[in-house]
Every structure is written in C-alpha cells, then in structure tokens.
C-alpha cells in the first residue's frame, strides 16, 4: 500500500524550475519546526519542506495532506504505542540533493526518537531522482532504492 501512494505521490509531480540554493544538511529547513516550516513555504508545521518552490502552494499542501494520510493508514490497533503508530513520512524537495543528504538530514533531525518509525523521501527536482532513508521500524528495506524519474513521469512546465 505504502509504495502505491509512493507511485501516486511521483504522477503528481510538476516541476517549476527557478534559481535555487545549494542544501547541506546543516542549511535544509526542517518542515517540523516553525521557523522550518516557513522556511519550506508552508504556513504551519507539516511533513512537506520545499524551499525552492518547485511546487506550487495548492500542490504542496495536497501533497502534505496526502502525506498526513499515509501516517493514519499505517497505524495499527493491537499492541503497545510503538506497535500501533504509523510511520511518519517527510517529503523533502529540492533542486539538487542526494542519498547522502537523505542520510544525513534523517540522522540530524532524529525525527522518531522513540519508536524509530520515520522516513525521509527526497525528490532532487533538476536531475528527476527520488531518494528515502529511514529508521529501523518504519518496514521499508535497509538498501536504499533510488526510483529515477523519467521524462514520462515528470512534466516540466
């Protein structure tokens, strides 16, 4: 289920190319905060950080609202709270970023310190590709997958 709201996360995507900032993962803006927040072009804390504005504002928060959804639908009813929580999914959008940047943003930003049940994906906008790193809990693999995004899947404007 989690990879065919991945899929339907990809379709979605329309790109607006304007000048953009170089990221570490000392300077991306991390959306759950409230400074982060503003910094990622939305209004209030959420799971969605695109400082480059590659997205339009109706794009960012349907995508955000389609992220929150993700963290419901992977909740469970039995079993103690780590059991029961869904994983927490950030989507993170730049004009240029890496697997090394997922890695290190993740790792920085310690998102489920308790019940290690978040996971970072990374859309590099310019070059089309799709990175994630996540925590133990969250049932994704240990190898890192990168999804290329092909001239097909992606419209530039």
């Given at each position: 289920m989690s990879r065919q709201i991945l899929t339907s996360i990809i379709?979605?995507?329309i790109f607006d190319y304007s000048i953009s900032v170089?990221?570490?993962?000392?300077?991306?803006?991390?959306p759950k905060t409230f400074r982060g927040a503003k910094?990622?072009?939305?209004?209030?804390?959420?799971?969605?950080?695109?400082?480059?504005?590659?997205?339009?504002?109706?794009?960012?928060?349907?995508?955000n609202s389609e992220l929150q959804q993700m963290?419901?639908?992977?909740?469970?009813?039995?079993?103690?709270?780590?059991?029961?929580?869904?994983?927490?999914?950030?989507?993170?959008?730049?004009?240029?970023?890496?697997?090394?940047?997922a890695d290190e943003l993740n790792q920085q930003w310690n998102l489920d310190g308790q019940c290690k049940k978040s996971v970072i994906f990374f859309l590099s906008a310019l070059?089309?590709?799709?990175?994630?790193?996540?925590?133990?809990?969250?049932?994704?693999?240990?190898?890192?997958?990168?999804?290329?995004?092909g001239p097909k899947c992606i419209k530039n404007q």
């Amino acid at each position: 289920m989690s990879r065919q709201i991945l899929t339907s996360i990809i379709y979605l995507l329309i790109f607006d190319y304007s000048i953009s900032v170089e990221f570490n993962a000392k300077t991306y803006p991390n959306p759950k905060t409230f400074r982060g927040a503003k910094e990622c072009n939305m209004r209030s804390i959420s799971n969605l950080c695109d400082p480059d504005q590659v997205f339009d504002e109706s794009t960012r928060y349907r995508l955000n609202s389609e992220l929150q959804q993700m963290t419901r639908r992977t909740e469970k009813v039995q079993g103690g709270f780590c059991d029961r929580k869904g994983f927490e999914p950030l989507l993170l959008i730049a004009h240029e970023g890496d697997q090394e940047l997922a890695d290190e943003l993740n790792q920085q930003w310690n998102l489920d310190g308790q019940c290690k049940k978040s996971v970072i994906f990374f859309l590099s906008a310019l070059d089309h590709q799709f990175y994630y790193s996540s925590e133990p809990e969250t049932g994704f693999g240990k190898e890192k997958t990168l999804f290329s995004l092909g001239p097909k899947c992606i419209k530039n404007q």
